[in-house]
């Protein structure tokens, strides 16, 4: 990703993330980093669960407010909620996935066409699986 105006994308996270999200946590991991993450089951510790349980949900970019993933589709929210504890981060599926605003590098990290970095595609034996930061998806609908 090329350097832009913010790091990597070309402004901060917005200001009232989703869920409680850590502000200073999510413009750093989003804006200022290409290899590391929340901590593992900082998503368990936000409001995240209590307001979306059950849901279908639109995950949107923390810089842009663009919708990123829409979860869970294909699976049920147990399964999806099972595995997001098991791995410590939301994981996403294909499916769930909205390609027009998420790429996967050849190294595996996954961004936002903004540039904003999303997390890492880990494969497992079901396929691709999207470890992504919560605080990075956290964003409001612009």
């Known amino acids: 990703m090329s350097k832009k105006a913010h790091g990597t994308t070309a402004q901060p996270v917005q200001e009232n993330l989703r869920w409680n999200c850590d502000w200073k946590t999510a413009d750093k991991i989003c804006c200022f980093n290409r290899h590391y993450a929340e901590f593992a089951g900082y998503w368990?510790?936000?409001?995240?669960?209590?307001?979306e349980k059950g849901k279908e949900v639109t995950f949107y970019d923390s810089v842009t407010g663009r919708?990123?993933?829409?979860?869970p589709r294909g699976r049920?929210?147990?399964?999806?909620?099972?595995?997001?504890r098991s791995?410590?981060?939301p994981s996403f599926r294909d499916e769930e996935v909205v390609w027009d605003d998420v790429r996967v590098l050849p190294?595996?990290?996954s961004?936002?066409?903004a540039g904003t970095?999303?997390?890492?595609?880990?494969?497992?034996?079901?396929?691709n699986r999207y470890c992504i930061n919560l605080v990075s998806v956290a964003g409001r609908p612009q």
């Not at 919708?67 to 979860?71: G, Q």
């Open 44 to 51: 368990t510790s936000t409001t995240f669960l209590q307001e």
């Open 67 to 71: 919708p990123l993933f829409i979860a």
């Open 76 to 84: 049920t929210w147990e399964e999806f909620e099972a595995e997001s």
């Open 87 to 89: 791995h410590g981060w």
């Open 107 to 109: 190294d595996g990290e």
């Open 111 to 113: 961004v936002s066409l």
């Open 117 to 127: 970095h999303l997390g890492h595609n880990l494969p497992d034996k079901k396929g």
